[in-house]
């Protein structure tokens, strides 16, 4: 096992997902939605790393969050036009935007994937992920719900966990986001250059 803080998770996530082929923004939010599922206990490394293998799919779990997410606080938008996305890989890496939409929309959400059902109150907090951590595909839909129960706050996990083979797959990826050292770039003052007296 790997262990690592939460701002190096953060960061390694965010140049992972640009090094797997998003733009800035959409790395930005993978890495907000892999810490936010760290935080709730699962390996939020692995099912990022899950989700960035089908990143030019239909199915992309990253790309269907940031739709929920946009929309959140449009009645013509996914969520209260109950909006079923079908075959999205990775569906727990949806979970961490409806917990966001949850909160911008000040209202309790139920996150459904196939038969499952998550809820997520008006502050965020969820009850339960239950199962769903392992489904790798299944049909998504995040619908207002008619309740307004309070789940208690959890407490986050305070370090973050992965298994060595998740860490070395995203940092190959985030390797391809490093611009590789020429000897004109040297000259011109990247790195020590030509010669390093120190």
Same mark, same amino acid.
């Given at each position: 096992m790997i /262990? #690592?803080? %939460?701002? /190096?998770?953060?960061? +390694?996530?965010t140049k992972a997902a640009r090094g797997a082929g998003h733009h800035w923004g959409e790395a930005e939010e993978a890495a907000i939605a892999t810490s936010w599922l760290c935080a709730a206990g699962c390996d939020g490394l692995k099912h990022l790393h899950r989700a960035l293998t089908h990143i030019d799919t239909p199915g992309c779990? +990253?790309?269907? *969050?940031? $739709? =929920? #997410? &946009?929309? @959140?606080?449009?009645?013509? *938008?996914a969520i209260d036009q109950n909006t079923v996305f079908l075959a999205i890989k990775e569906p727990i890496f949806v979970l961490p935007?409806? =917990? $966001?939409?949850?909160?911008?929309? $000040? $209202?309790? #959400?139920?996150?459904? =994937? &196939?038969?499952?059902?998550?809820?997520? &109150?008006?502050?965020?907090? =969820?009850n339960g992920i239950g199962s769903v951590q392992d489904i790798a595909q299944a049909s998504v839909k995040v619908i207002p719900a008619h309740t307004e129960t309070i789940y208690p706050k959890t407490h986050p996990n305070p370090r973050v966990f992965t298994q060595v083979d998740t860490f070395d797959? #995203?940092?190959?990826?985030?390797?391809?986001? %490093?611009?590789?050292?020429? /000897?004109?770039?040297? @000259? @011109?003052?990247a790195g020590a250059g030509t010669s390093d007296n120190d």
């Open positions: /262990e #690592l803080s %939460y701002s /190096e998770a953060t960061a +390694l996530a779990p +990253l790309k269907v *969050g940031i $739709q =929920v #997410l &946009d929309f @959140a606080r449009i009645k013509t *938008g935007f409806a =917990v $966001q939409a949850a909160k911008i929309r $000040q $209202q309790n #959400l139920t996150f459904h =994937v &196939d038969h499952h059902a998550i809820s997520i &109150d008006a502050h965020g907090h =969820v797959a #995203l940092t190959s990826l985030a390797h391809m986001t %490093y611009v590789p050292a020429t /000897e004109a770039s040297r @000259a @011109a003052g």
